[in-house]
């Protein structure tokens, strides 16, 4: 995966977007090779004003994610990292976007994610609370009442909390 991001990034980066996850899994008798992209430069994930275009937004729509995979099938053709059958399939991280990098949860400030760690953490091992602050080394959130530090190392899994 990492010769394989290695490759993709660039390509995704000069296309005017940061690579936020990439999967390779079984899909019946192929694979899909899964990039996940979002726009360069974002400060935020605050949900947008109602009135505002997606453009305006700074969101991923469908155009980009077809201007991205037109882009990245001949380089993946020419560098010929996969040997079996698969489809590329470019998306947008959606409102659950995953919480990869300590710039993703600093991003995520204020919001509510959900956090399933590796081993528990003050006796759990799973949360969904608000993100008080993003450090280099962990993230705060808002447990019970009181701040809680969560190292990055111990977290299998994050993503925003979509809340209705």
């Known amino acids: 995966m990492q010769r394989l991001a290695a490759v993709v990034e660039p390509v995704v980066t000069r296309e005017g ?14 694979h899909v090779l899964a990039v996940m992209i979002d726009r360069l430069g974002r400060e935020s994930y605050a949900p947008p004003a109602r009135d505002e275009s997606a453009e305006d937004l700074g969101t991923v729509g469908i155009a980009d994610c077809v201007r991205v995979s037109k882009a990245l099938s001949p380089v993946l053709d020419v560098e010929d990292l996969i040997t079996t059958a698969y489809t590329l399939e470019v998306s947008s991280p959606g409102l659950d976007r995953p ?4 710039r993703h949860f600093a991003m995520a400030r204020g919001m509510a994610a959900r956090i399933k760690t590796r ?10 609370a608000p993100i008080v602050e993003a450090g280099d080394e962990t993230v705060t959130i808002e447990h019970r009442g009181a701040p809680l530090e969560v190292p990055y190392r111990l977290i299998a ?3 925003l909390e979509v809340q209705l």
Do not use: C, Y
């Open 119 to 128: 081993v528990p953490v003050e006796g759990e091992s799973f949360f969904i």
């Open 99 to 102: 919480l990869k990098t300590p």
């Open 157 to 159: 899994r994050a993503n």
């Open 17 to 30: 977007f940061e690579l936020v996850d990439m999967a390779f899994r079984p899909a019946g008798r192929k």
